[in-house]
């Protein structure tokens, strides 16, 4: 059958050259029903000869859904942001939905911009990194703008939807290993105490210390600030200096932040500081760059991908309630636990 001589191509031409029906085009394109792999093929190529695309605009004036979802992050350069945005896809795509990715830069005016552009382009909702603590989302939820927060709550007392990982029990699991093997003075590298993530993850710290009786001293605890040239690097290189100009400097060093980590271990190489000989590391997050350091570091695995699965699921769960697998996300908080994988960056405390 000939192709149609004009360059707005719609439905009825893609189910003309297919030879389905235009029912069968429409369920093909929006992967609703069930449909014969013949069928799915003849639509796919009708759909690639024309150079088809489906103007989600229009359908989102007609059927109140875009079959659009926005994803708001606060760092891109951050791999754990990049890996959850790969199992947010994963999930988006098997029902049919396309993601849009927004970057705040850990700005909390730029997330507020950022939703109002996302909102204006009609996405069904958004699963967002929250960058402040002060935003009145309740308000925006309230107004049945579908919002699923991942990783990040903007305050202890926020009871919207959320996936998130224990980070109490995961900073707790890994200051419990450095106390176990001996180590007392130890140096705590932080992200932001303004977010949960930051806060549970310094919790989880001095509940171990407690636990323990080992002192809990100030000058070991340093706050990590946020910079749009190099994140949060930066402030991991100077507390590392902070950290070895002391008298009686930490044994061990707990990093809660993977950035700041990459700041810790230039300055120990820098001050020709030996690892785990003189100061023992565990950093948050796992990922294939940290192989490259010697010696390899033990670290707090993060399930980021299945957080960003788990995350667009809990967002379809709003989405379509009556869909199967809604039910599993009934409860507003899905917790999941991190590991730790003890490599090489760890030792038992030597002799003082």
């Excluded at 030879?19 to 799915?40: D, E, L, W």
């Excluded at 992050?73 to 199992?87: K, L």
């Excluded at 810790?264 to 100061?279: I, N, T, Y």
Aim: a positive charge.
């Amino acid at each position: 059958m000939p192709v149609p001589s004009r360059n707005n191509f719609t439905i009825k031409d893609v189910a003309r050259v297919a030879g389905v029906s235009i029912a069968t085009a429409s369920a093909v394109i929006n992967k609703k029903g069930t449909t014969s792999a013949r069928m799915i093929r003849q639509v796919e190529e009708a759909m690639s000869g024309l150079d088809y695309q489906p103007d989600n605009m229009a359908r989102s004036l007609k059927t109140g859904r875009s079959k659009v979802i926005g994803m708001l992050i606060p760092d891109v350069s951050n791999p754990f942001f990049t890996e959850a945005m790969c199992g947010v896809e994963e999930t988006a795509r098997t029902r049919g939905y396309s993601v849009i990715l927004s970057n705040s830069n850990e700005s909390p005016q730029q997330e507020i911009e950022n939703l109002g552009v996302l909102r204006s382009q009609r996405v069904d909702g958004v699963i967002l990194g929250c960058a402040a603590g002060n935003v009145d989302y309740e308000r925006m939820t309230k107004n049945r703008f579908p919002i699923v927060f991942m990783d990040r709550l903007p305050h202890d007392r926020f009871a919207g939807r959320a996936v998130l990982v224990d980070n109490v029990a995961a900073a707790y699991a890994a200051t419990r290993h450095l106390l176990e093997l001996g180590h007392r003075r130890i140096g705590l590298l932080s992200g932001r105490t303004d977010i949960s993530v930051g806060r549970d993850r310094v919790a989880g710290f001095r509940k171990a210390m407690g636990e323990a009786r080992a002192p809990v001293n100030d000058a070991y605890l340093h706050v990590g600030v946020f910079s749009r040239e190099d994140g949060y690097i930066a402030s991991g290189y100077r507390a590392t200096n902070a950290l070895m100009g002391l008298p009686d400097r930490p044994t061990a060093i707990f990093s809660c932040n993977n950035s700041m980590t990459l700041g810790l271990m230039k300055g120990l190489a820098e001050k020709g500081v030996s690892c785990p000989r003189d100061v023992s590391i565990v950093t948050f997050d796992d990922y294939p760059w940290e192989s490259y350091f010697q010696p390899k570091l033990t670290a707090i695995s993060q399930p980021a991908r299945e957080m960003g699965r788990r995350a667009m699921g809990m967002l379809l769960s709003i989405l379509e309630p009556n869909a199967a697998g809604a039910a599993d996300f009934a409860q507003p908080k899905d917790i999941l636990f991190a590991d730790l994988r003890i490599r090489e960056s760890t030792a038992p405390l030597r002799g003082n």
